[in-house]
């Protein structure tokens, strides 16, 4: 049986949106993160939140990471920001990068739909919480999965 990657994005797209984060985080603190599943019965912010915490992206120093959750076969998706991040956003900026993305989701484009989040999100992250020297990377860029 293939990945819900694989079924969501080919190898190479995949490969793309990963090098999106890794682009995106080499201005900044914060941490980016891609988590695709199948199926989500919940309200998929609600379901985000609860992955936000299962892949410890609460951890982080700065409280700035920002989780993309798409549940493919369900076609729901959500943006997940931690406390440092949301407290520095314009308050529309989460919908409104969503409605970005939305649209490139019912293109079909969804790898561009991707990006265009990481990019978004990694412009405010930049703003709120630019790179310094002695950043560490605090969790993957792979795309994660459950």
């Known amino acids: ?17 990963v090098e999106a984060i890794r682009l995106a985080e ?4 914060g941490e980016i993160r891609v988590h695709l599943e199948r199926t989500c019965e ?20 700065a409280e700035n990471g920002v989780l993309i959750y798409v549940a493919v076969d369900a076609k729901k998706f959500a943006i997940c920001g931690d406390r440092g ?12 990068t969503k409605d970005l993305m939305q649209t490139e989701f019912k ?3 969804f790898k561009d739909g991707l990006v265009k989040g990481i990019n978004s999100a990694g412009e405010q ?3 709120f919480f630019p790179w310094h020297a002695d950043d560490v990377n605090e969790l993957s860029d792979e795309i994660s999965t459950s």
């Open 1 to 17: 049986m293939a990945s819900v990657v694989e079924d969501f994005l080919t190898a190479e797209e995949e490969q793309e949106v």
């Open 26 to 29: 080499l201005k900044t603190s």
């Open 42 to 61: 919940a309200d998929a912010f609600e379901r985000a939140k609860e992955l936000f915490h299962f892949l410890k992206m609460d951890n982080t120093k």
């Open 85 to 96: 991040i949301n407290k520095g956003v314009p308050e529309n900026f989460w919908q409104s």
């Open 107 to 109: 293109n079909r484009k």
């Open 125 to 127: 992250l930049a703003r």
